[in-house]
């Protein structure tokens, strides 16, 4: 996605500090840019905006702000560049833990503003390819268990072979044009309402 077309949400309750960012932004490119200096309803104005990146700005953060930050970090799913003046660690590690991309202390310069973005940006893609190559990995691992079972069940109450059984699956299947993990869990299910059926 080129600069010029990504929509960025500034979140910053500072005219001034807004004003650099901004300007950074657009020295960089970036045309769609939105500057909120008011946090109060924030999440609605998000979700209106649907932005591709937030920054969010806090001059003299306390404690409560940047906790209702870290919330908004974990609902978006957005990269997020956060600057703060000052931080102490336990903040830092509830910036990571939130899911925020960029997290830079006393840093707000208008010509830092453009590769903060870029690695924010970059940091998220790579984070969200984690956790989504994690995930299919865990569906993958719960569906060959599904389908163990269900060989074990047909194995048992049909006094099929491993491969019969697996071939009996994968042939109602592909009978009723779904997964074989969705009729192994049907199989699963079913035997676990009949009882002794569906012993392991």
């Known amino acids: ?23 950074g932004l657009r020295d960089a490119g970036h045309r769609h840019v939105t500057v909120v200096h008011d946090v109060a309803g924030i999440a609605k104005r998000i979700a209106e905006l649907e932005p591709d990146v937030i920054v969010i700005d806090l001059e003299n953060p ?30 830092i590690e509830a910036a990571v833990d939130a899911g925020v991309s960029a997290y830079v202390v006393d840093g707000l310069k208008k010509e830092r503003i453009k590769p903060i973005l870029d690695m924010a940006i970059s940091r998220f893609n790579a984070f969200s390819r984690m956790a989504r ?14 389908v163990d079972r269900a060989k074990g069940i047909l194995m048992k109450s049909r006094g099929l072979s491993e491969e019969a059984a697996y071939a009996l699956l ?9 997964k ?3 009729i192994a869990q049907s199989l699963v299910t079913a035997a676990g309402l009949l009882g002794p059926l569906g012993g392991e």
């Open 1 to 23: 996605m080129s600069a010029g077309s990504l929509t960025i949400l500034v979140i910053d309750e500072n005219r001034i500090r807004a004003s650099i960012i901004e300007a």
């Open 62 to 91: 306390n404690r409560d702000m940047l906790e209702n930050m870290f919330q908004l970090s974990r609902a978006v799913k957005r990269p997020i560049a956060m600057f703060v003046d000052r931080s102490d660690r336990a903040s």
């Open 133 to 146: 190559e994690l995930e299919e990995a865990r569906s993958e691992l719960e569906n060959r268990k599904v």
């Open 170 to 178: 994968r042939k109602t299947a592909m009978n009723q044009n779904r």
């Open 180 to 182: 074989i993990a969705e």
